[in-house]
C-alpha cells in the first residue's frame, strides 16, 4: 500500500524589496521609470520615435486621470511626438489592479545592512571561528538601521497595486511593463476604478 506523503513545506522567497506609493509625487516618479523603461523597449523593437497615444481606461480612477497626464508629459518631455487622438500611432494603456490580503504584515522584515553585516559576521566567523564583539555590534546597528529603514516608509501593507502598462500597434504588443508597488490601505479608494472622482479643468480666459 503507497503512503502518502507530507504536504510541501512552506519557505518564504527570497528577501526582496518593494516600493510603496504614498504620494502624487511618488505616481510621477512611478511615470519616469515607466516611460524610462518604455522607450527603452521601443528602441530596442526599431519603433523609436514613432508617435504614440496615451488611453485613459474605463472607468478611470483618480490615479489613472493622473497617472495619464505624467506619463504624456514624460513622454513629451522626452522628445516622443504623442497625438490627442488614436490613428497612426502605437497605443500606450495602462492598468492598475488594486490586490487586498487578509493576512497579517509584518512591520519589519530585515533587509540590505542586515544581510550585509550578517554576511561580513559570517566570513570574520569562519576565519576566527568565533564572532567579535566588534562585528556583532555592528550586526546590531545594521539591523537599527534596516528597522528604521522598513518603519519609516509605513511598513508593509495589505494593500498593492499591479501596474501594467502596454504599447501595441494593430493587435501586436510592443512594449510591456509590469510592477508591483505598496499602497497605504487607506489611499486605496483612489486606485479603485468607477470612483466619483472627476478632474476640474477650468479654462482661462482673457479679460
Known sequence: MRQQGPIPLAEN???????KVRSAGHWELVSRDVVAQTLGTLNKAGAAGAPLHVALPPNPSAFDYAFRDFLITEFVQSGTPVLHAPGQTL???????VVR??????RFI???????????????GLRHEHIDTQIAAGLGLAIAADYANSINSGGPTNTEMILTTTVSRGG??????????YLENADTP???????FKPIYMKVVSQ
Open 13 to 19: 522567497f527570497e528577501l526582496t524589496s518593494q516600493p
Open 91 to 97: 497605443d500606450v494603456t495602462y492598468q492598475a489592479q
Open 101 to 106: 490580503h487578509n493576512s497579517d504584515r509584518p
Open 110 to 124: 530585515p533587509g540590505v545592512f542586515t544581510m550585509l553585516a550578517t554576511g561580513v559576521a559570517a566570513a570574520y
Open 172 to 181: 501586436q504588443y510592443i512594449a510591456r511593463k509590469t510592477d508591483v508597488y
Open 190 to 196: 483612489l486606485f479603485m476604478r468607477g470612483s466619483s
